[in-house]
């Protein structure tokens, strides 16, 4: 972050409470608390609302454990607290779109437990593998569209999804020009800078969002950099915008120059094929975009997936952060590993709670980082 | 000194005759390719009708009753965690996930000699560790495997486009029996199977009606031994016919008021699956006079459940007993999947309400006076809400304790804690163990 290049992005991150009050002064629109990035924002811009995705705040809570039993995920736990706490009150509504049972949690209580004048539960078929998974997420998404439009009590038209299709898209494809420069020999963007700038995109009003993204690929090319990459990592698991972990990382002699994470390239990774039927392209974008494992079978198609994007970013090693009790990565792990392994890619398994230890995972790190290298220690 | 029973009390008849269904089912699994026959493997929920529909000679084996067995034998389960865990699996995924593929690596069947490797393995996908069970499990066995979505929401919001993609991946099943197995399905026999499962499952809702007695006919210790044959092969005719046996007989018992717990005062509700190595505490109550008549989880895991036109809450009628004649493949498939979609225990994957209602319709009806939830870190999917419904249960005034444990994973279950805090909870109810009350 030595350019100040990224500051923007580093204030809506810790600033976004404040940004999204903000936006719903300036705008009169409504902000609708999402709570898994399979949520099709879309129709939410669409129809003129700020999807907000909730994230937890990495700190010790106590209100969450009389609602979820605590042998489920730390990010469940933590995003709930945040709806128990008041901090989302701005919040005018709160949708789930199906992925894991975990999340599942947060977003009942949450609605049984944090006022909202509306919300949505949008079962998405789990096995988008299946050749009749689209056609069942397709009805799912016209409803949606349909419950949306009795919440703003007007109709949504396709120009309005077509339109919100359009900045998403150009959103997503900004976010991969900008993961480009990861690719570099010695990156001018780090895994921080690129952290600030994919996780903010899923709460900061897509437009201005791309103004900025836009107004940081321009500068870029005529940024000096002069920081080595050292060993150039991927970080895989569910979410992660633990920004001191990855600080931490990158003071150890390594870059993270990619991960498979839904705070990161899960989120934006593809474009929508836009079709004629606005709900079709959104539909089958989902559908088609990289897959949490949980959506992940029968087929392993994010073991390639992940393996490609090593190949393609360079990166030499991994890091897998994995939210404890999160059981679809949990159950991908093993052979994802196996499989990463036999390509050359070692990792190193740690496991991440709402609020991480740094001491301890430095000492294993730079310990994994000096076997990467190799370096005779007596 | 022990108090003297209130009510006359007997062995089950039917108890020999369902543990030998259940030994056989596991031999005829292991022993199936000697007679030319197919082995499949799956969990507890899939469409077992079906590769039913393929033969009389293929044979399923059911990850969690097999989980669920190893559990209890306690050397044997510790074996096959550990193994998993030396594998990277974490500690605190699905025990009966962990003890299975244990079992498959240490290659050690249970019931003596190798694991007998399935043919293929066909599951449902409800519950986030489904897929990634038998994923593993067929990459590493070198079998095919294929998956129905099940994920598609409550009962209560079904609609046509959601049917239609359950029934439409069922066609897509038989196909992939069809190609893994070269044989062709016999949509007589599938439909046959079909009515099997729609038989025993309402059956087995049936027969816990009959636990609304006072006092109750069953316990849930002995339930678990009966409900278990569903879980196994649901869709087979000698399970069908079993529980018409044991209705028959429970019938009976409720007639003559016998009771499964002789000096029955209180009656509990728990909730998910026990701690198999630990049924000794179902034993514990009865110290207090107290049965536990059940669950939603032993009603509603294979039992089949609807709102009857008296507005109870009863078995679900089938299409035989509504008249409807099942006459093509098509229509078998979406009566099936309509079937499977109102499972009780498929409903809180959704909305924890959903089952915090029913367990409330059971304190109800079967005049529970406690409920003790399981808090169990071996099952994330029965565990899902459980502490908004532990919350709603104690908002609608109903007693409700909590224990926490592991259904197959004894390192996280400590018995005399779990003993105490019962203790505490029949302190609570009024309730002395009979040596005091005597």
């Not at chain 1, 836009?274 to 089958?284: L, S």
């Not at chain 1, 990467?372 to 007596?378: A, I, K, N, V």
């Not at chain 2, 899939?46 to 009753?65: H, R």
């Not at chain 2, 193994?83 to 244990?102: H, T, V």
């Amino acid at each position: 972050m030595g350019s100040g290049l990224f500051e923007q992005f580093r204030r809506w991150y810790e600033e976004r409470h404040e940004y999204a009050r903000a936006w719903k002064a300036r705008t009169g629109g409504m902000v609708a608390a999402t709570m898994c990035t399979y949520t099709p924002e879309e129709v939410l811009i669409a129809a003129g609302m700020l999807p907000v995705r909730v994230l937890g705040a990495h700190e010790p809570q106590n209100v969450a454990e009389p609602h979820l039993f605590g042998m489920f995920c730390p990010f469940c736990r933590d995003t709930l607290a945040q709806g128990l706490l008041g901090r989302y009150d701005y919040c005018d509504g709160v949708t789930l779109t199906q992925s894991c049972i975990q999340y599942r949690q947060s977003f009942h209580s949450w609605r049984e437990h944090v006022p909202s004048a509306w919300n949505y539960y949008l079962p998405m078929p789990n096995e988008v593998q299946s050749r009749h998974a689209r056609l069942l997420h397709y009805s799912e998404v016209k409803k949606f569209r349909r419950f949306i439009e009795g919440v703003i009590a007007k109709p949504i038209s396709d120009a309005a999804l077509n339109g919100a299709i359009a900045v998403i898209n150009e959103n997503r494809r900004l976010l991969r020009q900008l993961y480009d420069y990861r690719k570099e020999t010695n990156p001018r963007v780090t895994g921080v800078e690129a952290l600030y700038a994919s996780i903010t995109a899923q709460f900061v009003d897509k437009e201005e969002h791309n103004r900025e993204l836009q107004r940081v690929l321009d500068e870029l090319p005529g940024l000096v950099n002069d920081r080595a990459a050292g060993v150039r990592c991927i970080t895989i698991g569910a979410e992660n915008d633990d920004i001191a972990f990855m600080a931490m990382v990158e003071s150890l002699g390594a870059t993270i120059v990619i991960d498979d994470q839904c705070s990161g390239t899960r989120y934006f990774w593809n474009e929508a094929r836009v079709q004629e039927d606005p709900i079709a392209t959104i539909a089958d974008r989902y559908c088609e975009r990289p897959a949490c494992p949980t959506k992940d079978y029968p087929l392993h198609t994010r073991f390639d997936h992940v393996l490609k994007l090593c190949r393609d970013y360079g990166a030499s090693a991994g890091f897998f952060l994995q939210q404890k009790f999160c059981d679809p990565h949990e159950g991908d792990y093993p052979d994802l590993k196996k499989h990463l392994d036999a390509n050359g890619i070692p990792t190193l398994l740690l496991e991440f709670d709402i609020t991480n230890a740094l001491g301890p995972f430095r000492t294993r790190i730079e310990a994994f980082l000096e076997t990467l290298g190799e370096e005779e220690l007596f | 000194m022990a108090a003297a029973a209130r009510y006359p009390t007997e062995p089950l008849k039917l108890w020999r005759k369902a543990k030998a269904l259940r030994e056989q089912y596991y031999r005829n699994y292991a022993r199936a390719r000697e007679n030319g026959g197919i082995r499949w493997g799956a969990a507890g929920w899939s469409f077992d009708a079906i590769p039913t529909a393929f033969g009389d000679d293929v044979y399923p084996l059911t990850g969690e009753p097999y989980g669920a067995a190893v559990a209890h034998e306690r050397k044997f389960a510790k074996e096959c965690l550990e193994k998993a865990e030396s594998i990277g699996f974490a500690r605190d995924l699905c025990a009966y996930m962990r003890i299975y593929w244990g079992s498959v690596h240490l290659n050690k069947y249970l019931f003596g000699g190798p694991f007998p490797k399935p043919d293929f393995n066909f599951q449902t996908q409800i519950c986030c560790s489904h897929a990634k069970w038998y994923q593993h499990a067929s990459a590493f066995e070198g079998v095919p495997d294929f998956y129905v979505d099940v994920s598609v929401g409550a009962y209560r919001d079904i609609d046509q486009a959601k049917l239609d993609y359950v029934v439409a991946q069922l066609h897509d099943s038989i196909a992939f029996v069809e190609g893994v197995t070269g044989r062709r399905c016999d949509d007589e026999r599938l439909i046959r199977a079909v009515q099997n499962e729609m038989r025993a499952t309402s059956l087995w809702a049936e027969i816990c009606t009959l636990n609304k007695a006072v006092p109750a006919p069953l316990d849930e210790k002995s339930m678990y031994s009966l409900y278990v044959l569903a879980v196994l092969h649901k869709s087979s005719q000698w399970c069908a016919d079993f529980y018409q046996e044991v209705l028959d007989e429970v019938k009976d018992r409720v007639a003559r008021g016998i009771a499964a717990v002789g000096n029955e005062r209180c009656r509990i509700m728990s909730d998910t699956q026990p701690p198999w190595a630990f049924l000794k505490i179902f034993r514990h109550l009865e110290e207090y006079g107290a049965v536990s008549i059940g669950s939603l989880y032993t009603f509603g895991l294979e039992g089949t459940w609807e709102v009857l036109p008296n507005g109870v809450w009863g078995p679900r009628r089938t299409p035989v007993q509504l008249g409807i004649a099942i006459t093509s493949r098509d229509q078998a498939l979406r009566l099936y999947a309509d079937w499977n979609l109102s499972k009780p225990l498929w409903q809180h994957f959704f909305d924890p309400s959903i089952k915090t209602e029913l367990m409330k319709t059971i304190v109800r009806d079967w005049a529970v006076d406690g409920v003790m939830i399981h808090m169990n870190r071996g099952c994330e999917g029965l565990s899902l809400g459980i502490m908004e419904n532990r919350l709603g249960l104690a908002a609608a005034g109903i007693p409700v304790m909590t224990y926490e444990g592991n259904m197959g994973d004894e390192r996280e279950f400590d018995q005399g804690r779990a003993q105490s805090r019962i203790d505490s909870f029949m302190e609570t109810l009024n309730l002395k163990r009979d040596f005091v009350a005597a």
